[in-house]
């Protein structure tokens, strides 16, 4: 069944720190295909106690959006988990090279472990499985760090990973499924993360099928993003989610 599994909804280093909502990243099985986005701490742990249980010997990668460690910190052990302890070498991790060559997010130890490492960068295009994304643009980040636009046969999902807005978001991410990683409540001009409301401008400009927030810091969660989101949906006519630790989208209900 094609769905989006989000392990935990955690973002910024308090919310993630403190576990106030688990992390670990977005399983997507598209197409026959299973890729990992961002495993996060608790990834391997989120998988295996999920319901039903994900087991990562099932994936064919893991996408790396950038090196933070609330994206990053599960990455050699779900590296691990998907080769079968190295006995399985398979699988492509995708990444951005300074996760890589500045901050060795992975260990030496598990890099011959998978078939493939590929580097991400602006306006390229990638194949994994039955699948393929695109990273159109760098974000404006303190790292290195993509967004990602993923294509199946019926269904395309985008995901702004971290980032300060800025106006071509409207302009390059226009899947059916939109994913917004929303760490503030209002937008801090210093601090380079999307805010509720830089989701309602984007929402409005773009009227995508559905949009789903996630990777929410402190103020947010107090804030209670189901109730933020109900009543954006109301205003603007669109809908909207709130994603919650452990929620599966199911996307055939989208074709």
């Known amino acids: 069944m094609d769905n989006i599994k989000f392990l935990g909804t955690a973002g910024g280093r308090f919310a993630v720190i403190n576990q106030f909502r688990k992390s670990g990243g977005i399983w997507i099985n598209l197409d026959d295909t299973n890729i990992l986005i961002d495993p996060g701490p608790g990834s391997l742990l989120n998988c295996l106690s999920s319901r039903p249980k994900l087991n990562p010997k099932k994936l064919d990668g893991i996408i790396l959006t950038h090196s933070h460690i609330d994206h990053s910190n599960d990455i050699n052990i779900m590296i691990e988990a998907m080769t079968n302890g190295g006995f399985d070498k398979k699988g492509t991790v995708f990444l951005p090279k300074d996760a890589l060559e500045i901050d060795n997010i992975i260990i030496n130890h598990f890099r011959n472990h998978v078939d493939k490492i590929n580097f991400?960068?602006?306006?390229?295009?990638?194949?994994?499985?039955n699948i393929s994304f695109t990273t159109p643009k760098r974000n404006i980040h303190g790292v290195e760090s993509y967004g990602l636009n993923i294509f199946g046969k019926k269904i395309s999902i985008s995901l702004v990973s971290d980032t300060k807005f800025y106006d071509d978001i409207i302009?390059?991410?226009?899947?059916?499924?939109?994913?917004?990683n929303v760490v503030l409540l209002k937008s801090v001009d210093r601090?380079?993360?999307?805010?509720?409301?830089d989701v309602e401008f984007i929402v409005k400009k773009m009227k995508p099928k559905i949009t789903i927030l996630t990777h929410f810091g402190m103020r947010v969660i107090k804030a209670r993003p189901w109730e933020i989101a109900e009543n954006m949906s109301k205003k603007l006519g669109s809908k909207i989610i709130a994603a919650r630790d452990g929620m599966t989208l199911d996307l055939s209900e989208l074709e």
Not at 121 to 129: L, V
Request: glycine share 12%; net charge positive.
């Open 120 to 129: 991400l960068g602006e306006n390229k295009k990638y194949k994994i499985g």
């Open 191 to 197: 601090i380079e993360h999307l805010s509720m409301q």
């Open 171 to 180: 302009k390059f991410y226009n899947g059916d499924i939109l994913i917004l």
